[in-house]
């Protein structure tokens, strides 16, 4: 969330998410496996909002990460969904 208007920066989420999930390896494999992209895919397409909440959305489908990557990030799990959905609207 954004401290002066406590808007939620979708966007800004998704990017420290993929910053998070690209620090462990076999994290990233499986992040372009269940997402379907390719590095250069990823590269290419990572300011656009379905391949942001694409990167959300694999978070949510491991609950283990999606509560590391908040830990990590700064925020509950729950503002991590919430981008995500603010994304795919």
């Given amino acids: 969330m954004d401290e002066t208007n406590n808007k939620l920066d979708a966007s800004g989420m998704a990017f420290q998410a993929l910053a998070w999930a690209l620090m462990e390896e076999s994290r990233a494999e499986r992040l372009l496996s269940l997402t379907g992209l390719t590095p250069e895919g990823l ?3 990572v300011t ?3 391949t942001q909440a694409a990167i959300l959305s694999f978070l949510e ?3 283990p990460d ?3 990557c908040a830990a990590v990030i700064g925020v ?3 503002v991590l ?3 995500r ?3 795919e609207a």
């Fill in 61 to 63: 489908a491991y609950e």
């Fill in 76 to 78: 509950l799990p729950v």
């Fill in 66 to 68: 999606l509560i590391a």
């Fill in 81 to 83: 969904v919430q981008a």
């Fill in 43 to 45: 590269r290419s397409s």
């Fill in 48 to 50: 656009e909002r379905s």
């Fill in 85 to 87: 959905q603010e994304l």
